[in-house]
């Protein structure tokens, strides 16, 4: 049973079976590790980072967030800035604002390789993306950093 906190996982539902098996590895090592998880749609992987912000500025009590979803390269640059501007944003999420942040946004060239990747059978990026937002709780914790930094107390 989860009662360590709850992390919010945003997720691009731009490919919605890519995007399920993320949150599926995700939320079966969040589970495994005794922490609650709330899934929150948005678009696409740009909308991510925004998603992140407006729920750290709310009053939800979230001890970390994952990004996943997913991007595929394709005929035009549009991939190239997407993939730039999105991992920019969560970076600075990070180390501007100290989020507890896992990365699982997948950047790939084929759909075949996002699938492998996703598939919680497969590479599992979902649960490493959330390995990643737990150790970084982990880290808040040994330096005494509050689950949701930058918020002023009410």
Do not use: N, W
Not at 21 to 37: K, P, T
Not at 69 to 79: L, N, S
Not at 108 to 120: H, K, L, N, S
Not at 145 to 151: S, Y
């Amino acid at each position: 049973m989860a009662d360590k906190g709850t992390i919010l996982i945003v997720e691009a539902r731009f490919y919605e079976a890519i995007a399920d098996d993320l949150a599926r590895g995700a939320r079966a090592a969040l589970d495994a590790a005794g922490f609650a998880s709330e899934r929150l749609p948005v678009t696409g992987v740009f909308e991510i980072p925004a998603a992140i912000r407006l729920a750290m500025a709310s009053d939800r009590p979230y001890v970390g967030y994952l990004a996943i979803g997913c991007v595929i390269r394709g005929e035009t640059d549009h991939y190239d800035h997407i993939c730039r501007e999105a991992s920019r944003a969560l970076m600075t999420i990070t180390t501007e604002h100290g989020a507890a942040l896992g990365f699982g946004v997948l950047t790939c060239e084929t759909r075949a390789q996002a699938e492998e990747r996703a598939d919680p059978a497969g590479r599992d990026k979902g649960a490493e993306a959330a390995h990643a937002c737990l150790r970084m709780i982990e880290l808040q914790q040994h330096f005494s950093v509050p689950a949701t930094p930058g918020k002023e107390p009410s």
